[in-house]
Antibody, heavy 118, light 106 residues
Framework: QVQLVESGGGVVQPGTSLRLSCEAS????????MHWVRQAPGKGLEWVTV????????FYIDSVKGRFTISRDNSKNTLYLQMNSLRPDDTAVYYC???????????WGPGTMVIVSS | DIQLTQSPSSLSASVGDRVTITCRAS??????LAWFQQRPGKAPKSLIY???NLLSGVPSKFSGSGSGTDFTLTINNLQPEDFATYYC?????????FGPGTKVDI
């Protein structure tokens, strides 16, 4: 079955860390750039970060630079998002998404909720 | 960063209607524009890439057009499952940016 499934969300206090995972199945994971997109409660979609298919190239939105790190393990078909120094405004559903070359996101996971609150 | 605006922010329509949503970019993005549908509590669903190309499995009732800074999404023959929020996305340059969304309700 071709799918993406996120995990690792939860409720954490400000200033702490969390690592999200996105497990891919049913396709050749190593051939696709992978992205994280988030959505705060009641708000719109916000692109967060991308990693190239080989893992060499990464880009982030300014608000997470220096705090979040995207990585991937192609041998495990898994994408990660290490989130440090979490802030209340990081509270959101985090989606991983696949993007084929020359196209847009064509597959999304169901999302995992992160709540940053004291 | 490239900013996207969408209009209207919301609209009311009836089953069978045709609706058009506009997305405008703060600078030219060629046709690096995509459209997504999101129903409440669900992950986004990808509809269109490169401004006018339907992704596999997306019904032809959806269509997109535009290039440069002005883009439109048209939905023909609205059905109950089409009532959702629609977002545009520019993927011309990083950081990718989404429009604020257009809610289509009954």
């Amino acid at each position: 079955q071709v799918q993406l499934v996120e995990s690792g969300g939860g409720v954490v206090q400000p200033g702490t860390s969390l690592r999200l995972s996105c497990e891919a199945s049913g396709f050749t994971f190593s051939k696709f750039a992978m992205h994280w997109v988030r959505q705060a409660p009641g708000k719109g979609l916000e692109w967060v970060t991308v990693i190239s298919f080989g893992g060499r190239n990464k880009f982030y939105i300014d608000s997470v630079k220096g705090r979040f790190t995207i990585s991937r393990d192609n041998s495990k078909n898994t994408l990660y998002l290490q989130m440090n120094s979490l802030r209340p405004d990081d509270t959101a559903v985090y989606y991983c998404a696949r993007r084929p070359e020359g196209s847009t996101f064509d597959m999304w996971g169901p999302g995992t909720m992160v709540i940053v609150s004291s | 960063d490239i900013q996207l605006t969408q209009s209207p922010s919301s609209l009311s329509a009836s089953v069978g209607d045709r609706v058009t949503i506009t997305c405008r970019a703060s600078q030219a993005i060629d046709t690096y524009l995509a459209w997504f549908q999101q129903r409440p509590g669900k992950a986004p669903k990808s509809l269109i890439y490169a401004a006018s190309n339907l992704l596999s499995g997306v019904p032809s009732k959806f269509s997109g057009s535009g290039s440069g800074t002005d883009f439109t999404l048209t939905i023909n023959n609205l059905q109950p499952e089409d009532f959702a929020t629609y977002y545009c996305l520019q993927y011309s340059s990083y950081p990718f940016t989404f429009g604020p969304g257009t809610k289509v309700d009954i």
